[in-house]
């Protein structure tokens, strides 16, 4: 039930769908008699829309989250990464990719440095209306076996919908031995609430962040965005981060409000 009020939710509640919705119902009032409230309605969603995509205020609740956890480390032996979903599919029988690839990407490099490392790959079918042929672990073990990792080093988890269902189910297929190094591999945007919901079911990893929507600069950037698109992409990403982080500690799927790596594993 999260899973799908949360999906109606976001739907609604994205920065981006408030301001188009604020201006479609307001241009929508000016030819009623509610002219006045169509007037008002039709600024305020045209305001929120330039905040939305052209101001910087994308990069600025961006910018926390993707600070909020160092570079990864991949010069010191890694045992197992854990790589989250949200990244890869199978489109006409090919594997494909979206703007999160390089969750991917930096798996396989880690993959390769790491000989010895167990790969596991948590993620199923997130859609709404209906489910793909194939879920997104089994693209992603197809990707590695095809970059030449031995199938006998991935593990795949494809039950999981959300990052709660990542962190629960995963914990059931693995069990890190004292001393060992395991590393969560996730947009870095997105890592707080993932370190969060594995600490909550007991697995204290590292970190190792990944697909950097920020440039990282000393100081926030404040130059606007040059598409509508990028700025509209970024700034609901951000807020839907932060809402998701805000919802996790109200629903106990986590035990932090904004997850540091302070206790995180040091291995």
Do not use: C
């Not at 305020?44 to 829309?49: D, H, I, K, N, Y």
């Amino acid at each position: 039930m999260f899973f799908f009020l949360s999906k109606i939710f976001w739907f609604l509640a994205a920065p981006s769908s408030v301001a188009l919705i604020l201006t479609a119902i307001g241009v929508s009032l000016l030819f009623t008699r509610a002219t006045r409230i169509g007037r008002t309605l039709a600024a305020a969603g045209t305001v929120a829309l330039v905040l939305v995509a052209v101001s910087p205020f994308g990069k600025l609740v961006m910018r926390p989250l993707e600070d909020r956890f160092p570079a990864g480390d991949d010069a010191r032996p890694i045992a197992g990464m854990i790589v989250l979903g949200g990244a890869a599919g199978i489109t006409r029988g090919q594997i494909a990719f979206n703007d999160a690839a390089a969750r991917m990407t930096s798996a396989v490099s880690l993959a390769l440095k790491h000989p010895q490392a167990r790969i596991v790959f948590s993620g199923g079918d997130a859609g709404f209306f209906e489910r793909g042929p194939q879920t997104e672990a089994e693209a992603a073990a197809a990707l590695f076996m095809a970059v030449g990792v031995e199938s006998d080093r991935i593990v795949v988890e494809n039950r999981s919908r959300n990052t709660h269902e990542n962190a629960l189910f995963t914990r059931e297929l693995v069990t890190p031995k004292s001393g060992e190094r395991w590393v969560v591999v996730t947009s870095a945007f997105h890592m707080p609430r993932a370190i969060g919901s594995f600490r909550a079911v007991g697995l204290d990893l590292e970190a190792y962040p990944v697909d950097f929507r920020t440039e990282g600069r000393a100081g926030p950037d404040l130059r606007p965005f040059g598409r509508l698109s990028d700025g509209m992409r970024m700034t609901d990403l951000a807020v839907k981060e932060w809402i998701g982080l805000a919802t996790y500690r109200l629903a106990g799927y986590t035990d932090e409000l904004f997850p540091s790596p302070s206790t995180s594993a040091r291995r």
